[in-house]
């Protein structure tokens, strides 16, 4: 069927595969999150053990967001694993210690990559493709990843 909501089809593809990039640095993020969750040690353990649980959860909300805003262009998103490491910028390891600063420290620096990429999206989905509710979208997703970001820095 036909998505006929006022951005050409090739413009729609386009912010489509932005979005699809997007959506594997948000799971792999997810991912990495979840394992600061599962396997921080320390004197903090109980309180970082449960932020790390509040910031992977606020993940899965936007990893589902951004599903969804692919859908709503007419295109399917990726949903594997294979696709998700084949599209990402980041990586999934980390150099880092199994400790509470190890983790935020690894953590913090992807969420500031993220949110650098996101502002340059940002102007090129309003500029380039006309897409003015995908900017508006990735706007509001990096807000959210400004504030996880904050909390993170918090901590140090």
């Known amino acids: 069927m036909n998505t006929a909501i006022g951005i050409n089809a090739p413009h729609r593809a386009q912010v489509a595969e932005k979005l699809s990039i997007l959506l594997a640095d948000?799971?792999?993020?997810?991912?990495?999150?979840?394992?600061?969750?599962?396997?921080?040690?320390?004197?903090?353990?109980?309180s970082k053990h449960l932020f790390f649980e509040s910031q992977y959860k606020e993940l899965s909300e936007i990893i589902d967001e951004v599903a969804e805003r692919i859908r709503s262009l007419g295109h399917y998103a990726p949903g594997t694993l294979a696709d998700y490491l084949k599209l990402t910028h980041f990586t999934e390891k980390s150099n880092e210690e199994n400790n509470s600063l190890g983790f935020i420290h690894s953590l913090l620096g992807d969420h500031d990559e993220l949110i650098i990429r996101m502002r340059a999206t940002v102007d090129e989905f309003q500029e380039k493709y006309k897409d003015s509710g995908s900017a508006d979208f990735v706007t509001g997703i990096m807000e959210t990843h400004e504030k996880m970001a904050w909390m993170l820095r918090a901590h140090l």
């Not at 948000?26 to 109980?46: I, M, Q, R, S």
């Open 26 to 46: 948000e799971f792999v993020l997810y991912v990495k999150t979840l394992n600061a969750h599962w396997n921080v040690e320390g004197p903090d353990f109980h």
